[in-house]
């Protein structure tokens, strides 16, 4: 029989977005004790024998396991069930009995099962006694513990109502880690990893494209960026000037996203005009205003509740809140206290409808700090929406490479 091959991939914990929480348990419950065999057994704590990462598919956990493997320094045996099953039809429980004795060897190793519903399938009695004895098999590997020492059972599945109970008990998979589908801070991440190497224009705005595109996986937002490259390239190609800056745009992430999202049956991301909040309490300004923002190519969403706009916010991507300075209820300044907590990068731009700008200078000094005031005029408006734009932009960007430079010291 072909022996199995300990291998180390390729993959740094670095290229996984986000997670970080799960990256955080995986290093306690897997690199700790095997690192550190004699501190736990100083403290009487048991490790856990093995840890199951179950969550949808494409969300990262055999490219998890991959790193966990590579960042750990510790011996890595992996085991795709549906091959192991396949290969060695009929003496599978052998491969598993192998498996072990190899790990038992090579210890300190983690042996990792990557979709190991196709190994060890719930036995409900009517399936064919192979799985059984391949379940069976399996348990019996699990639950031999003074040999296990230094051996820790990594496995994933997308379906672990699919998996046979018995692996789920005490002493066995007694750690199970959920892998969600990414939230938008993991979605950012994702972006990113997936991005840095790639030529991608100043006008990319990662964080808005985190935004939209709730629901999407890791694996379905790494397609995305590779296809918006590829349409980078195919431009290039098609135009036989240059071919030194290929570059790629909001417009090629937007439309691959929306390519991948129309084939996964998800509705399409609203376009990439820029969106502004605006916020007053009379219609007559509210439909000027927007008018005026839609002719200038940004899409103005109207609303004269402060209430429902903070909510919007919370909910929704917006470029540029515009505010004014009199609401009922809270009033401008309030508002914009509370826009700056939930969004604080937004860029805002203050109206007023009379001239009592002073007032409105001393009340904003009491809290916001990014902010542009101008009486109320049709006319300049536009100006100080393109420059809140900018500002916002920038002061993301800023955050962006701080965040960057933090993450860089800290390793
Ligand atoms: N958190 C993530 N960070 C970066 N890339 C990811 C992430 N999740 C998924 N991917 C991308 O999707 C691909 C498939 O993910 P994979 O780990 O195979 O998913 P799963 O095993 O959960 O089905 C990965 O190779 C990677 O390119
Ligand atoms: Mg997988």
Sequence with gaps: MRSVTVQIPDVKWADVGGLASVKEKLQEAVIWPLKHAALFKEADVNPPRGIL??????????????????????????????????????ESEKAIRNIFTQARQAAPCIIFFDEIDAI?????????????????QLLTEMDGVDDLKGVLILAATNRPEAIDKALLRSGRFDEIIDIPNPDVDS???????????????????????AILTEGMSGAELEAACRQAAMMAVRRMVGNSESESDCSVTQHDL???????????????????????????????????VCKVLTRNGYEGVPTDDPQEAIERIRNEYFDVAVLDIHLPGTDGVELLKDIKVVQPHLGVVMVTADADVQFAVDSLKAGANDYILKPFDLNTLMTSVQDAFKMARKSKKGDEVEAEGLAEAGK
């Design 53 to 90: 990462l179950t969550g949808p598919p494409g969300t990262g956990k055999t490219l998890l396991a991959k790193a966990l493997a590579n960042e750990s320094n510790v011996n890595f045996i992996s085991i795709k069930g549906p091959s192991l099953v396949s290969k060695y039809v009929g």
């Design 120 to 136: 060890a399938p719930r036995r409900d009695g009517t399936d064919s006694n192979f799985s059984d004895r391949l379940v069976a």
């Design 187 to 209: 979605r950012l991440s994702i972006l990113k990893v997936h991005t840095q190497n790639k030529p991608v224009a100043e006008n990319v705005d990662l964080a808005k494209l």
């Design 254 to 288: 937007m439309r691959a996203i929306n390519e991948c999202r129309t084939m996964t049956g998800k509705e399409p991301i609203a376009d990439s005009r820029p969106k502004v909040l605006v916020v007053d309490d009379e219609k007559d300004i509210l439909s000027l």
